[in-house]
């Protein structure tokens, strides 16, 4: 049997065919070549058209060792490379050698030798060959995954060996006069156009209790999937569920494993992720993944071992993200829950026992993608009740506390420190479906005392080195923004049970006090993170207060204070992206729910010229923020000191509330297409606040439950709030305005007036409908006409032409005089028991009981029921 070891000792030998022996004495004659004859010797004259001839011939007795003569001279000649010009017809000798195997033994060893050479660099006679003969290459290069369906393993290594030599090729040993070698990318562009990765991939069907094939193969396809065209056909062939499906078979050299989740991993960075994902989300590929990292969590203790499982668990947490992934019945969930806790909550699972990750960079990177797959897989209810068993809260409040001075920790100060941030962003996540764990851990009061920690000045040094960690280097910022982003979580539930407990915990005045504290501690190094620390608290103060007068009272005098100080803000800085704009819409928002409804707190914001301050925002015509202003100052103008207020504001070059209003009103209806004239007249009377998008807008059907186009329209602009605002103040003696204000204040003055209008010509249509109805009804002359009217309609609505052999069958009564639409659907109710005596009554007795009028059975509003006879009167 040939092998590859007698090929490579073969190949090894020094030619010798320009030495010649002519006597016994063995005296060399050596000649002079040039150069013509240098490119014959390299390439000798042989016409492969004979040689496929001979290889269709039948029946002749010498026929196969001439054949095979053929094919060694064929490989002697193209030693050193097969010219593009002649591939085609190479792979097709090499076919027929392939068919001829299974019964021809003999045929393997010549095959073997072309698909060797097919391993060196294809050679070009003109720069043009390449496009020339691509087709033939491409059609040449997707042959060799055919060839994979021969039963030799010799061969089907080989060709692994071929295809991996097309990423490392090597140049040819000898440099052939009037060829080139043909660009390094060539082979793989043909592989890719000739799908050769699809038939490698169908080939591991062939090979699943072949386990050294089964690795070249890999080998070639970990190669084959470097390619964005090639990972695509892959995954149309199934390759990634067809992979993961066997990552868990015996391999003892634990290549199977790494050369499989190289190709995944290719296969979800270059083909279509979500069709990977698809393939991979089911029974059979998780429970294969699950087995692979519980092996490798348990069992692996070098540093290969460790990255691998990790690359496993990232695979894992990209599956989880589909929610049809059979993650609980494969078990898997439970197992990450079980691996990500078992450190900070004991555990008698055997599968944990004595088990400890060191501080080492693949157990921390372990730790926080568990930590994270924890996140996704709690976005599925069904995985509450593990979440609950794993006692997941318990394990990640462990590091919602101070750190403890002179205690032997697991993890560097650098790395805890990031594993704590992480664990209380996942809390974020989590808590809010584990309401109940939550509150049983006590978790208001363990957080409200971690940011007491965070705001004191015990001397700490933060490492701010993680993603979580940015922005806190040297403080506890980072800390303090992930604790407050956990209460908001909770806050946000509107809970009754989470928020009045925080407020007895007194988180009011405690969030209150770290604003203030973070007024002091401003520096523009940290200016980022403390204004989102800012407005987070606004925020969950706006949460606790909203509906809960008593929180408002405990909002107080010192909650105001911190509002007005950040509306005293340079507008200038609102420009600048760090913040200080999502700072003023947690303001605006916090004025509406913790000051609006509580008076006290109400003339304490207008003592300290608050509406002035409003009346600025507003003047700085940020569109953003009109509609939430004016909406503030409606609410506030039900305060009868308020007025007082607006009209005594003054604005740039001496600009009243009033001016300024009708102004922003101007804005909106010239943004909206309202049409006016140059002096701001109404111009269409019969549409006097209709926009250009009212009138390009189509009829739209909307579920009951959305708002209609009416109600947005007042919702979102200003110019109801414009109105509300203006009313409250009377429209009269209004300061400052010009002729045009006047003009515009007339307008707004008669806003409603002009809104129901659209009621009165809904009423007028209505009208005309009954009117028309009754001239029908007492007309014999209109309800012909009608009746006709709606005869053509229907009937110009039908399709012209009818198929032939057609039935047609009328969907009206013909000589009916009504105008109401005959359907195809008739509703026919039952006649009540009580007249017809019941289910089981004689027919011919219930109709006695009823009168007979005009032919029909009619309802009368009392019927005299008959005696029945009795069985022994004859009559």
Known sequence: MFTAEAAEKAEAREPSSRIKFSSPRQIPIVGVVTEDEEVQGAFKSMDLNRVIKLFEETGKDDLEERQLKSVKKLVQCYQNGFPLRDLAQIFKILNLCAEKIKTQPHFIEPAYNIIKLCGLPFLKKKASDEITYAEDTANSVGLLGDLMKIQNSELRIQICKCIIDFYHAEPPKKHIPGYQQASSSYKIKMAEVGGLAKTMIQSLKLLENQLVEKLWVLKALQHLSTSEVNCTLMVKAQAASGICAHLNDPDPSGQLLFRSSEILWNLLEKSSKEEVIQQLSNLKCLLALKEVFKNLFIRGVSHYDRQLRNDIL??????????????????????????????????QNPLVKGLKLSNSYEDFELKKLLFNIIVILCKDLSTIQLLIDGKVILALF???????????????????????????????????????????????????????????EDSFFSHGNSFHGAGGRGNKFAQMRYSLRLLRAMVYLENDTINKDLCEKGAIQQLIGIFKNTISKYNDKEEAILLEIQSDILLILSGLCEHHIPGKE???????????????????????????????YSTLDSIWCCILGCYPSEDYFLEKEGIFLLLDLLALNQKKFCNLILGIMVEFCDNPKTAAHVNAWRGKKDQTAASLLIKLWRKEEKELG????????????????????????????????????????????????????????????????????????CIIHRYLDFKIQATHKQRELANKSWGNFLARTSNAKTLKKAKRLQEKAIESSRYGERPP??????????GLNATVPSGGVVTVESTPARLVGGPLADTDIALKKLPIRGGALQKVKAVKTVDEPKKSDPT
């Open 314 to 347: 990232v695979i894992t947490t990209i599956i989880s993200q589909n929610p049809g992934a059979p993650m609980i019945e494969s078990g898997f969930t439970r197992d990450l829950i079980l691996f990500a806790t078992f450190n900070e909550v004991k555990s």
């Open 398 to 456: 462990t590091y919602v506390k101070r750190p403890e001075k002179h205690k032997i920790l697991e993890w560097s100060a650098a790395q805890y420190e990031e594993l704590q941030l992480h664990a209380i962003a996942t809390l974020s996540s989590v808590a809010p479906f584990l309401i109940d764990e939550y509150m049983f851990y006590n978790g208001n009061a363990q957080v409200l005392e971690f940011l007491a920690w965070c705001d004191n």
């Open 554 to 584: 405990i909002f107080g005098t010192g909650g105001v204070d911190i509002i007005l100080h950040v509306m005293k803000t340079d507008p200038k800085k609102l420009q600048s992206g760090l913040g200080y704009n999502v700072l003023l």
């Open 674 to 745: 309202v049409k006016r004239d140059k002096y701001g007249k109404i111009v269409d009377t019969k549409k006097p606040l209709f926009t250009s998008f009212q009138e390009e807008q189509k009829i739209i059907p909307l579920p009951a439950n959305c708002p209609t186009i009416a109600v947005m329209d007042v919702a979102e602009n200003i110019r109801a709030k414009i109105y509300a605002v203006l009313g409250k103040l009377d429209f009269e003696n209004l300061p400052g305005l010009s002729a045009e204000d006047f003009v515009t204040l």
């Open 805 to 814: 052999n057609a039935i047609f069958h009328r969907t009206d009564i013909k």
